[in-house]
């Protein structure tokens, strides 16, 4: 959690609030005491990996840095019970001598697990679901300090939304995750010519565990990744020290990363040779390593980022007119655009409801203007039907979300009843669920 001067801020700096109050409970009792006393709204950020300002407040700030661990694994139904503080890359080497492993994971693994559940955070793979998806029951502290226990048996209805509900039901204390046995990838990348790469992209999808794609919107070739399982020899996994240390590491292609996107802003004749260089650059040898450890990458240079879900029949026409205009504009930027593919589930928020989807996040340079280049792009967004990453850059409003959810109403309705005096509320959730 970043605390300077009194202040908390976001991991890119995009977001930052003044709370009345930072609390970090070391139990229950401490943490229900927080929440029914502390001054509204009570906002838990974890990490900070989140671009909209949902943890904003000058309520007050709880770091759940106490709950984290692992607190049980049934061997039998591939359950393991984490505490919501848990991060991501203390995943892998917890569970991994049980001989299990996460069934996905995203790319990046800096946030908290109960971060990724809240917001829908995803990977990539046409039968794969999102963290949320993955979850099988938790436990969630309301507004008046009750404790719920939360599954298909247990308060269903709260599951159902639960799963994706971005803090705004109350604080999950312990979240159980389905998992699987422990398992290898073999992770190949290459380079594709654009106009060939459209026409052979539902057989990549369907053909591997894992595809997607990096297009650097003024080149003409895409860096695309496949990962599949494999039987091959791997190295011995990492401790957990190495895997923290290692998302903070910065080698000498980042640097050259961040410096060229320092400079783009007042050098916009050097974009197509830059998007070139990386486009030609950026492609990583092969290899084959443990789920926990291929999955995620390290992304030390900052951004913002602005993300949809469209439906996947609708995920190409979209990203070529994202492309389109951002040349025809002459937009400045120095990021791909990233497309991945996730599985429909039954999480009432969740982006993935009911429809197999492509997923299209485009970035920023966290010192640069997201304007341009963001407002365009969730324009075309909304024509086809798109939702938003709950945790990434939007502008939508509670009519349009009624009119793109199902179980919005429902929703509302639940989360009114579980917290009637809006303690869990900042003012984007009430934009969400009021205004």
């Known amino acids: 959690m970043k605390i300077v001067g009194g202040k ?11 709370p009345k ?3 970090a409970p070391k139990d229950e009792v401490e943490l229900a005491a927080a929440v029914r006393t502390g001054a509204g709204p009570v906002r838990v950020p974890g990490t900070g990996h989140s671009f909209t300002p949902l943890n904003a407040t000058d309520g007050t700030i709880v770091d759940l840095a106490a709950f984290d661990g692992l607190k049980g694994f049934d061997p039998h139904t591939q359950v393991a019970t984490f505490g919501a503080a848990t991060h991501l890359w203390e995943i892998g080497p917890l569970l991994h001598p049980l001989g299990v492993g996460l069934k996905n994971m995203g790319d990046i693994d800096r946030q908290t697990i109960g ?9 990539t793979g046409p039968t794969l679901g999102s963290f949320s998806d993955a979850v099988a029951g938790f436990r969630l ?24 509900s971005f803090g ?19 992770e190949k990348n290459f380079l594709m010519p654009i106009d060939e790469l459209w026409e052979k992209l539902d057989d990549l999808v369907a053909s591997n565990r894992h595809f997607e794609f990096f297009w650097f919107p003024y080149a003409d070739v895409a860096i695309c990744k496949s990962l599949n399982e494999t039987d091959a020899p791997a190295p011995e996994p990492r401790s957990a020290e190495y895997m923290r240390a290692r998302g903070e590491k910065r080698g000498a292609d980042a640097n050259l990363f961040e410096w060229i996107n320092e400079i783009l802003p007042y050098a916009p004749f050097f974009l197509r040779r830059a998007h070139r260089l990386f486009s030609g650059g950026m492609s990583a040898g092969d290899r084959v390593r443990w789920s926990h450890e291929i999955l995620p990458s390290a992304r030390t240079t900052r951004f913002n980022e602005m993300e949809y879900a469209v439906p996947y029949e609708k995920g190409p026409e979209t990203i070529r007119r994202i492309v ?27 982006p993935f409801y009911q429809r197999k989807t492509a997923t299209i996040a485009v970035h920023q340079y966290h010192r640069v203007n997201t304007g341009p280049l963001f407002d365009m792009c969730e324009s075309i967004f909304r024509s086809v039907e798109g939702r938003p990453h709950w945790g990434k850059r939007h502008t939508r409003t509670r009519a349009e979300f009624a009119e793109i959810y199902p179980k919005f109403g429902e929703f509302r309705a639940l989360r009114a009843k579980l917290d ?10 009430r934009t969400i669920f009021e205004g």
């Open 8 to 18: 908390w801020s976001n991991w890119s700096g995009g977001v930052v609030c003044k």
């Open 21 to 23: 109050a930072f609390v």
């Open 115 to 123: 971060g990724v559940v809240g917001t829908g955070t995803h990977g």
């Open 141 to 164: 502290l309301l507004a008046n300090g009750e404790i719920l226990h939360c599954s298909p048996e247990e308060n269903p209805e709260i599951y159902a939304a639960g799963r994706c």
């Open 168 to 186: 705004s039901l109350g604080v999950m204390i312990e979240i159980a995750v389905k998992v699987r046995d422990a398992y290898k990838l073999s």
């Open 324 to 350: 389109s205009e951002i040349r025809r504009r002459k937009i400045n930027t120095g990021f791909p655009i990233e497309y991945r593919t996730v599985a429909a589930d039954d999480v009432w928020l969740s």
């Open 420 to 429: 009637p005096e809006g303690k869990f509320l900042n003012s984007h959730l």
